[in-house]
């Protein structure tokens, strides 16, 4: 029986993102928001919001990974695919999209984030396993995409990461059973090659301004299970005032 592994597990969330925490986590959120819509760098604003809130460092990355500019979520969403996906090839941004869902099924800590993505506080630095959730990871995608009626699926790995190789084979061998056709690169330059792309899936922030159309393929997927998962919302800026005020 393979050792239970719980992604993007750490031990002090459950002080820092518990119901006590977080007036102040909004707060700082709404904060955050207000100066990168006046102009803010995300270092200056989050170095003064942090400061001024005392906040720890997973608390500022969590601002961080969350809360962008109206700008730039009004740019984001413009560019979303929200019908119509049939037939089309989808450009998969893997490490992105398989992390993420790993930890949801760890019940790790999630965000729910300004741009209507899912981002998780995981980091990758370089190095990867699969784990116990790998499998069930890579059958929910595949099975959301036959619900897409895609045409094909195309994976994109970082070959730096440590057992991306390992990875390409498992997600081969088990999304074989599908319709559609499955292909997946280990390169070393995977956000550059996805800035460029149409349909791709990821909810890295830097690939969503920069390529041409996206689709939001985890929250699809963890929001059929919302109740059994460990979120921190901060999608709604009015919400946040309101914590605010």
């Known amino acids: 029986m393979s050792k239970v592994i719980k992604r993007g597990y750490f ?17 700082s959120a709404y904060d955050y928001y207000f100066l990168l819509n006046r102009g803010y760098t995300v270092k200056g604003a989050l170095t003064f919001v942090g400061n001024h809130y005392l906040l720890s460092e997973r608390q500022r990355l969590s601002l961080m990974r969350a809360i962008s500019s109206k700008k730039d ?21 893997g490490f992105n999209t398989i992390i993420t869902l790993e930890v949801a099924l760890s019940q790790s800590l999630l965000l729910k984030c300004m741009d209507g993505t899912i981002r998780d506080l995981a980091s990758l630095r ?27 699926a195309v994976f994109y790995l970082d070959a730096p990461v440590s057992n991306s190789g390992r990875l390409k084979m498992q997600i081969l061998e088990l999304l074989s059973v599908f319709d559609y056709d499955v292909e ?41 299970y919302e109740n059994q998962y460990f979120f921190i919302d901060f999608e709604n800026a009015e919400q946040l005032k309101s914590c605010y005020l």
């Open 126 to 152: 370089g190095n990867y396993r699969v784990i116990d959730k790998t499998e069930h990871t890579i059958m929910c995608i595949g099975e959301t995409l036959q619900q897409y009626h895609i045409d094909k």
């Open 11 to 27: 031990f002090s969330d459950e002080r820092d993102f518990n119901q006590k925490s977080l007036p102040k986590l909004y707060q």
């Open 184 to 224: 997946v690169n280990v390169i070393n330059d995977v956000d550059r090659v996805l800035q460029k792309l149409e349909n791709v899936i990821t909810s890295d922030a830097i690939i969503l301004d920069k390529c041409q159309s996206w689709i939001n393929l985890n929250k699809t997927i963890i929001e059929q």
């Open 73 to 93: 979520i009004e740019n984001r969403k413009n560019k979303q695919i929200t019908n119509h996906i049939e037939n089309r090839t989808v450009f998969i941004d």
